[in-house]
């Protein structure tokens, strides 16, 4: 059984660690402010999307493969850091002015969802992060260890979800103005993809 008091003290947790700025915060406010709100809203999706998909693999114990295996984890490390730098690159490449948001919504809806979830689903260092996390709020000796982790796992992902589409709800402000101005636009698709190749660079550093 969850005691009450563990249950708090893992939402106080999950609190701080939702607030605190990271590599999916970056991603989600880059895309918000370089391609408008409703892609900011199928990147939160698709980030949720690969964090739940995390808190299975941690449940099942393909997570601990990451954290003992270097190969392992080199690889998909490797793999996430490329596929950043791939959509940075990309990024830079477009320097023409922002296009409309309906435009963005017809023609990459499913592409802006599978890149959230990839960014994330890429990154080990999330899934030892959840190896790590989660277990800390699960009795070794519970009869139903398993669904408690992915309770915990599930209200993580709710909690984080809704902080994120809250960010996007402010950022997307910023998105008109940018949309707006030739130059600043033009800026801003340069600044966003900086911001995805720092991201992969960053990741390249992670060491188990």
Same mark, same amino acid.
């Given at each position: 059984m969850l005691e009450a008091h563990d249950f708090w003290l893992f939402l106080s947790a999950s609190f701080? /660690?939702?607030?605190? =700025?990271? =590599?999916?915060?970056? *991603?989600?406010?880059a895309r918000t402010i370089s391609q408008g709100r409703f892609a900011g809203l199928l990147s939160v999706?698709?980030?949720?999307a690969g964090i739940l998909a995390h808190t299975l693999f941690a449940a099942i114990g393909l997570s601990?493969? /990451?954290?003992?295996?270097?190969?392992?984890?080199t690889a998909v490390k490797f793999i996430?850091?490329?596929?950043?730098? *791939?959509?940075?690159?990309?990024? $830079?490449?477009?320097h023409r002015k922002l296009a409309a948001a309906s435009g963005v919504v017809v023609q990459c809806r499913s592409q802006l969802? *599978?890149?959230?979830?990839?960014?994330?689903?890429l990154n080990p260092k999330i899934a030892i992060?959840? $190896?790590?996390?989660? =277990?800390?709020?699960?009795?070794p000796d519970s009869n139903n260890s398993s669904s408690i982790f992915l309770f915990l796992g599930g209200v993580f992902v709710l909690g984080g979800t809704l902080?994120? /589409?809250?960010?996007?709800?402010f950022a997307s402000r910023f998105t008109g103005a940018a949309r707006s101005n030739a130059r600043?636009?033009?800026?801003?698709?340069?600044?966003?993809?900086?911001? *995805?190749?720092? $991201?992969g660079l960053n990741l390249l550093r992670a060491k188990l």
């Open positions: 701080l /660690l939702w607030i605190t =700025p990271g =590599p999916d915060t970056m *991603y989600i406010l999706l698709g980030v949720s601990a493969i /990451l954290a003992t295996s270097a190969l392992a984890f996430g850091a490329g596929y950043l730098i *791939y959509l940075g690159i990309q990024a $830079l490449r477009n969802f *599978y890149q959230g979830f990839l960014t994330n689903l992060f959840f $190896l790590a996390f989660l =277990p800390q709020f699960v009795a902080w994120c /589409l809250l960010l996007v709800a600043l636009s033009r800026a801003v698709g340069k600044v966003t993809g900086f911001v *995805y190749i720092g $991201l």
